[in-house]
């Protein structure tokens, strides 16, 4: 089995990448898996059938046509494509369902899952607790308690401030250079994380709906959407 990862940057890869292995081995899989990072999430283009832009990079925007592609690749053979992103201010269910509709219309012959992180990837890493903890022993547990499981609530702030002496100092500077920090983060506390014991809402309906891809030949969105 060949499993491709679409998602909206590096430091959101390796969560999704390591997730992905996981339960992989909880199911009894083996799959090759490859990452594609992409430079941000962008949106859907409103002419689906058109061409990207030349030097269109985020992964919306370039989604149609690589659906297109994937879908003229690999039909009839054994891939699942994972399109992974946050789902920033967003409400995930009519995100969810607009990307499911567009891998229903672009690569019908192949299974595609969606994986919505609310707000920010960093909600998925808070869900495993225990691999925060592992992660960064000394982490403020205060912090960690105050944190309402996939809040929209300034998520990589609260993982900020749970794990790190200057916090304040990083949020003040923002983005881009908290980039860095970011996907340091994910490195350190993905390599920890367990899917079966992650409590994030965002990251078991993800994980659900892969479960069910590896145990269904056929695009199961031709039954129903997750």
């Known amino acids: 089995m060949l499993i491709e990862i679409l998602s909206e940057d590096k430091s959101g890869a390796v969560v999704v990448e390591r ?9 009894g899989t083996r799959a090759q898996i490859n990452v594609r990072p992409h430079r941000g999430c962008g949106s859907l ?3 689906q059938n058109a061409k990207p832009p030349k030097f269109a990079s985020s992964l919306l925007d370039l989604l149609p046509a690589k659906l297109r592609a994937y879908n003229s690749v690999y039909k009839g053979k054994d891939l699942i494509l994972i399109i992974a992103l946050d789902t920033d201010n967003n409400d995930p269910e009519p995100m969810r369902k607009e990307i499911y509709e567009a ?5 019908p012959d192949i299974r595609s899952v969606v994986g919505l992180s609310t707000e920010e990837i960093e909600a998925w890493m808070l869900g495993d607790r225990a691999a925060v903890i592992e992660a960064y022993p000394d982490c403020d ?3 960690l308690d105050s944190y309402e499981q996939d809040s929209v609530c300034g998520t990589w702030e609260v993982l900020c ?6 916090a304040e100092k990083l949020i003040e500077i923002g983005y881009p250079a908290i980039g860095h920090y ?5 490195e ?8 079966q014991r992650n409590v994030s809402p965002s990251f078991n309906t993800f994980r659900m709906a892969l479960v069910t891809a590896l145990k269904n030949p056929v695009p199961i969105y031709r039954k129903r959407s997750f």
């Open 19 to 27: 997730s992905v292995e996981r339960i992989c081995d909880a199911e």
């Open 45 to 47: 283009p409103k002419d």
């Open 103 to 107: 891998a229903r219309t672009y690569a």
């Open 141 to 143: 547990k205060k912090v």
């Open 161 to 166: 401030r749970a794990i790190s002496d200057n």
């Open 182 to 186: 970011k996907a340091r983060w994910a």
């Open 188 to 195: 350190d506390i993905s390599q920890y994380m367990m899917p």
